[in-house]
């Protein structure tokens, strides 16, 4: 039914990894009866076994609920979850952009953390009205009143209804349910008779009905039978069914101006929908798309091969199903000398691209292997063109290149003030710049720092935790690209390349990684019946070498006694059979080798 614009609340919820975004979603859910109590459990709208093991949202989550307030009237509630993460920070926008307010929800215990301040930079971005809250305020450890300051001067949001709750008991939820009516604003339109506009900010892939698009519509009415455009891909439809969240999806006559739901047509290719896009009636539709719409790229890329051939068309089509889910993940197909045939995938980023690794792992039970992770390098030859090169196989010869750039991000680091010295010292080695520090209070610094994203690519965060202890957080967004001295690292197995080690890094830092992936390779790689020289590269300049020593037979055993020549002829002998089998022999490279060059580390035996 329709619902007047001014009983309608669309809010999402922002927070930091672990701060109770989720935990507060299921209180929400309970006082507003939207779910069966019995159905009800930890986490409802985390359904990924992933996103429930790593308290992390993946796939966001919307939900529409009935609030009868204190007043006595009775308000819609659309509640759109996000993602918390970086990688998906362009869904997150455009799940704001379907919003008039958020809940952010701060760990009365940990304070404000790296996500906080990108997320709610984000909602300011997007003109949304912000509800601070304290979680968590139960615990021995809360810091309520630090923390309601550090809101204040971090973020700049006067706390002036401090909401202190504990969504685990339920303690204060009631009042974040009445401070959503009283100060979200509700959503403004142009009339349910208006040209319709609606912001698509997530689509589903049902394999019986086709692709699922998610909506807000700002302007005008959506009606099953219509005949509806994409105004940013161009795709048309009809529309079949339109519904709403409760939160399973519902089917209703009709959606109007203000409210959120889905849609389903005819469109059977989830790449056909862009998250962004603005859907309008094929006749008489609105000539205006809604603000923010662009094209999401990938960020990063690598190559992920089966251990066995024979799984070839098993990942394919374990990757075909998990793309109709996740349109911004992309495929094609590639081939490596040393690992065959498989795939060059492209991911938003680093979560993005090992939360598809372990789906293809764990859902389609496949043995895989991936390659060095790369970024995309803007190439400018000497003609005057450009190249987008993300494969370092693909990079043209270097006579031919005027200059590399490489992408660059910028980050922000909370961390305690002890260990200020060395996450300095991290950022610089991986050729970062440290462009300000902020104090957040009197335990914790903020840093803003630009850094190359190629070299954050595999143990960056990893040492932050390491060296802060667990206590810093990062946070980063895209910077532009900048010119750099990017040169092709090769990795040679017996004098032949093995193009699935080959990756680009900085010239200073060649020769280190050239040495640390020898080490890496020599260490696992198992002897064979000949030397094997491990070799790294830049063009034909060999810039580090390790052996693996081979295996020796005693050909002498036998012999027991008699002339020294007929020992000499012997070993002669075998000499002469190693020497032919390094010409012809092949090298057998173990799947351990790849993750030991991917970490970085060689095998200790």
Do not use: W
């Not at 076994?49 to 307030?69: C, F, N, Q, W």
């Not at 630009?450 to 810093?472: C, Q, R, W």
Request: charged share 25%.
């Amino acid at each position: 039914m329709e619902q007047t614009l001014d009983h309608i609340r669309n809010f999402c919820i922002i927070a930091h990894i672990d701060h109770g975004k989720t935990t507060l979603s299921d209180r929400v859910l309970e006082l507003t009866k939207a779910i069966d109590p019995h159905e009800l459990r930890e986490q409802t709208l985390d359904a990924m076994d992933l996103e429930r093991e790593r308290g992390i949202t993946i796939k966001s989550h919307p939900v529409s609920m009935h609030y009868t307030a204190k007043n006595g009237e009775q308000y819609l509630f659309n509640l759109i979850d996000t993602p918390g993460h970086v990688d998906f920070a362009y869904e997150v926008s455009r799940s704001m952009g379907a919003c008039e307010g958020a809940v952010l929800v701060v760990d009365a215990a940990q304070g404000v953390e790296a996500q906080t301040v990108a997320n709610t930079y984000l909602a300011v971005d997007n003109n949304l009205e912000i509800i601070p809250v304290l979680n968590k305020v139960d615990l021995p450890s809360a810091r309520v009143e630090e923390v309601t300051n550090q809101i204040e001067d971090v973020l700049g949001i006067p706390v002036d209804l401090p909401l202190h709750i504990s969504a685990k008991t339920g303690i204060g939820v009631p009042e974040v349910l009445e401070a959503i009516v009283s100060k979200i604003p509700p959503p403004t339109s142009k009339g349910v008779d208006a040209p319709l506009r609606a912001l698509v900010f997530d689509s589903v892939f049902d394999i019986y009905r086709g692709v699922i698009t998610y909506v807000r519509v700002v302007d005008g009415t959506l009606r099953p039978g219509d005949q509806i455009s994409f105004i940013g891909s161009g795709q048309t439809t009809m529309l079949r069914e339109v519904g709403i969240f409760s939160p399973d999806q519902k089917p209703v006559d009709a959606l109007y101006a203000g409210q959120v739901g889905y849609l389903v047509g005819t469109i059977k290719d989830p790449a056909d929908i862009k998250i962004g896009d603005t859907v309008t009636h094929t006749k008489n539709g609105a000539d205006e798309p809604l603000p923010g719409f662009k094209e999401v790229r990938p960020m990063v890329f690598c190559g992920i091969y089966p251990v066995s051939t024979d799984e070839y068309e098993k990942v394919r089509t374990g990757l075909e199903k998990l793309h109709l889910n996740d349109s911004a993940f992309t495929f094609h197909p590639e081939s490596s000398v040393a690992l065959g045939f498989g795939f060059r995938c492209g991911f938003l980023g680093l979560l993005h691209m090992e939360i598809v690794q372990e789906r293809l792992r764990r859902e389609f039970d496949l043995d895989i292997i991936n390659t060095h992770p790369a970024v995309v390098y803007k190439v400018k030859l000497n003609d005057g063109s450009v190249e987008d090169i993300d494969n370092p196989v693909h990079l043209p010869d270097v006579t031919n290149i005027s200059q590399i750039e490489e992408p660059i991000i910028k980050a922000t680091i909370i961390t305690p003030s002890d260990c200020i010295g060395e996450i300095m010292r991290i950022v610089m080695d991986r050729r970062g710049v440290v462009s300000g520090t902020e104090s957040l209070d009197s335990i914790r610094v903020i840093l803003t720092c630009t850094i190359p994203l190629n070299e954050i690519l595999i143990d960056f965060h990893d040492m932050l935790k390491s060296v802060s202890h667990g206590y810093a957080s990062m946070d980063y967004e895209p910077y532009g690209y900048q010119p750099s001295q990017i040169v092709r690292l090769d990795i040679l197995l017996n004098g032949e390349v093995v193009d699935a080690f080959s990756c680009m890094v900085h010239k200073d830092k060649a020769v280190a990684r050239g040495r640390q992936m020898c080490k890496a390779l020599a260490d696992t790689i198992p002897p064979h019946m000949f030397k094997i020289p491990v070799q790294a590269a830049i063009g034909r300049t060999i810039i580090a070498r390790e052996d693996i020593r081979p295996f020796r037979k005693d050909v002498l055993a036998k012999l027991y006694g008699g002339d020294v020549t007929r020992k000499q002829k012997l070993l002669k002998k075998q000499k002469e059979g190693k020497k032919r089998m390094k010409e012809f022999g092949q090298v057998n490279v173990p799947q351990s080798a790849f993750i030991a060059v991917l970490k970085g580390t060689a095998k200790d035996e």
